[in-house]
Nanobody, 122 residues
Framework: VQLQASGGGLVQAGGSLRLSCAAS????????MGWFRQAPGKEREFVVA????????YSADSVKGRFPISRDNAKNTMYLQMSSLKPEDTAVYYC????????????????WGQGTQVTVSS
């Protein structure tokens, strides 16, 4: 599976962005999909995940209620709608695919996209 993340950019605090993750090489509906982020000098951290059918999601407390995740399996694409952005959301955001349940550990994801930079100014 090849994953391509896009949609990052520079936004003011309180603003919104929508990230996309397009898959190729396999059918996305086979996989749990997740978003992770990594800020400078920090470890990669889990953000949110969605089950293969899209019925179940799980979010980190830091983004709960602000970053809904969705997917369109017909388009082989996953989305992250980011709202009420804060400067501490600044990071490179990575999409990933897993053949496991709803994992939050990066080691449980099998495929990774290249990352897209999100910068939130105060």
């Amino acid at each position: 599976v090849q994953l391509q993340a896009s949609g990052g950019g520079l936004v003011q605090a309180g603003g919104s962005l929508r990230l996309s993750c397009a898959a190729s090489g396999s059918t996305l509906s086979y996989y749990t999909m997740g978003w992770f982020r990594q800020a400078p000098g920090k470890e990669r951290e889990f953000v949110v995940a969605i089950s293969p059918s899209g019925v179940s999601t799980y979010s980190a407390d830091s983004v709960k209620g602000r970053f809904p995740i969705s997917r369109d399996n017909a388009k082989n694409t996953m989305y992250l709608q980011m709202s009420s952005l804060k400067p501490e959301d600044t990071a490179v955001y990575y999409c990933a695919a897993s053949r496991r349940g709803l994992p939050i550990r990066s080691g449980d994801y099998d495929y990774w996209g290249q990352g897209t930079q999100v910068t939130v100014s105060s």
